[in-house]
């Protein structure tokens, strides 16, 4: 069960766009379309922003959005606010009632 | 409206154990999976495991095995979460997390636990 792979950080002007991804293997991000994405605000508890790889919870907006391809999952958040820099991480089903997390990334709003 | 309210921060020494509790309100404690996820200073989110409160059952991150006993009480709606043989890379937030009937995601999240192991 090894913690799926993201990149340390990310940074980007208000107003653009940036992708974070989510590689895992084909026991877990590849094998089941149960990939989820959090946003962790400094100090508090993790919130979803995506489900079942591209679903959004009621509540989300619309500049987030996601996808898989083969055993990498991705988030792209489009229109970048600055109420969006926060922590992010994907975690993924990995069968057997087992459950894998990535490292996390960090999102700097320039 | 649903809560998880969890147990306050406990600093233990090496090799003594933690037993943090995690409090369910405004929901069917039965109807719904508890996961526990331990986030290290700095660090990212860790699954431990999780806990089927309605029959009791368990699975256990592999690294954990051993080490690490969830369990629930119906009675108060509560589930806990032991962790023994402490050593100082335990130090961490420890949350738990309701899993939604149905869904693959984590919906509501506990406020979090410190953990602190001293030497």
């Known amino acids: 069960q090894s913690a799926l792979t993201q990149p340390r950080s990310v940074s980007e002007s208000p107003g653009q766009s940036v992708t974070i991804s989510c590689t895992g293997a084909?026991?877990?991000?590849?094998?089941?379309?149960?990939v989820s994405w959090y946003q962790q605000h400094p100090g508090q508890a993790p919130k979803v922003i995506i489900y079942d790889v591209n679903k959004r919870p009621s509540g989300v907006p619309d500049r987030f959005s996601a996808s898989k391809s083969g055993n990498t999952a991705s988030l792209t958040i489009s229109g970048l606010q600055a109420e969006d820099e926060a922590d992010y991480f994907c975690c993924s089903y990995a069968g057997t009632y087992t459950w894998v997390f990535g490292g996390g990334t960090k999102l700097t709003v320039l | 409206q649903v809560q998880l309210v969890q147990s306050g921060a406990e600093v233990k020494k090496s090799g003594a154990s933690v037993k943090v509790s995690c409090k369910a309100f405004g929901y069917t404690f039965t109807n719904f999976y508890l996961h526990w996820v331990r986030q290290a200073p700095g660090q990212g989110l860790e699954w431990m495991g999780i806990?089927?409160?309605?029959?009791?059952?368990?699975t256990y991150a592999q690294r954990f095995q051993g080490r690490v006993t969830m369990t629930r009480d119906t009675s108060t709606s509560t589930v806990y979460m032991e962790l023994r043989s402490l050593r100082s890379e335990d130090t961490a937030v420890y949350f738990c997390a309701r899993r939604p009937t149905g869904y693959d995601y984590f919906d509501y999240w506990g406020q979090g636990t410190l953990v602190t192991v001293s030497s």
């Open positions: 084909s026991s877990d991000v590849g094998g089941y379309n149960f």
């Open positions: 806990v089927n409160p309605s029959g009791g059952t368990t």
